[in-house]
């Protein structure tokens, strides 16, 4: 296992203590439409997290896909998407996300800010730097409206081949990227929008890592964004245990 899964083991082992002293609530007070929720929560963060965990590989019916040097690709960006799903679980839900704090509004990036905002990360400026790196490092790749053989920001191709066709584009987090994609002041998106973004780009993408010019840039990338996510799980469910 990798760093990013044995933190995500230690979140799960946090959240499964959270989920005990519910089911102890339960058993006192009855079944409540709160406790309901909090558990309910907390048991899809839990379960999620723990496939973010412990995930080796997948395992397709061709040989083909098995044998692709794109396989561990797909396996990272489904581990990025198990972590997200848990934290959803949560900050999706206010019986939950009050014990941690109150979103400036109902969008879900604000509920997602909560969270974000309440995990210490020390070495955030090394990883949004690092992130920022890679999505202004040149590439070539095939894009509408670019000549073949033009070399572009890694994140002009990402924003390009798989989001230019949205319109119109909406959001706070949408809108920054876009912006950035076509300024190339990359530097201007922190931490919490790459994380945000990364979302975005796995829903309406691929793999996304031909756009980085390389498998191993790709995995560095969203090395990072799970490392943030693992971290940002351990701090949500060491603060729902202490006020659970």
């Known amino acids: 296992m990798?760093?990013?899964q044995l933190t995500f083991l230690i979140a799960r082992k946090r959240y499964s203590k959270c989920a005990n002293k519910l089911e102890a609530k339960i058993k006192e007070h009855g079944l409540s439409e709160t406790l309901s929720?909090?558990?309910?929560?907390i048991g899809v963060a839990a379960d999620w997290v723990r496939r973010a965990a412990e995930m080796e590989d997948i395992s397709y019916?061709?040989?083909?896909?098995?044998?692709?040097?794109?396989?561990?690709?797909?396996?990272?960006?489904?581990?990025?998407?198990?972590?997200?799903?848990g934290l959803n679980a949560v900050f999706a839900r206010p019986a939950?996300?009050?014990?941690?704090?109150?979103p400036a509004?109902?969008?879900?990036?604000?509920?997602?800010?909560?969270?974000?905002?309440?995990?210490?990360?020390p070495d955030a400026a090394t990883q949004t730097a690092d992130l920022v790196e890679l999505l202004t490092a040149q590439v070539e790749s095939r894009l509408p409206h670019i000549p073949i053989g033009t070399s572009v920001s890694t994140l002009r191709a990402l924003q390009t081949k798989?989001?230019?066709?949205?319109?119109?584009?909406?959001?706070?987090?949408?809108?920054a990227v876009a912006g950035a994609a076509v300024s190339g002041n990359v530097?201007?998106?922190?931490?919490a929008t790459l994380l945000y973004a990364f979302r975005n780009w796995?829903?309406?993408?691929?793999?996304?890592?031909?756009?980085?010019?390389s498998r191993p840039g790709f995995l560095k990338y969203v090395g990072i964004l799970q490392q943030v996510l693992a971290d940002v799980h351990v701090a949500t469910a060491t603060k729902l245990d202490a006020r659970i």
Request: hydrophobic fraction near 40%; aromatic fraction near 12%; glycine fraction near 10%.
């Open 162 to 175: 798989y989001l230019s066709h949205i319109r119109p584009i909406r959001g706070r987090t949408a809108k």
């Open 187 to 191: 530097a201007s998106l922190d931490l």
């Open 2 to 4: 990798n760093s990013q």
């Open 96 to 102: 939950l996300l009050d014990f941690v704090g109150a």
């Open 202 to 213: 796995s829903v309406h993408g691929n793999a996304l890592d031909g756009c980085f010019g």
């Open 105 to 121: 509004n109902s969008g879900e990036f604000e509920q997602f800010l909560v969270l974000f905002h309440a995990t210490p990360l």
């Open 61 to 85: 019916v061709g040989e083909q896909l098995n044998n692709s040097k794109r396989k561990a690709s797909f396996v990272e960006v489904l581990r990025y998407g198990f972590a997200w799903f």
């Open 37 to 41: 929720e909090q558990i309910i929560g």
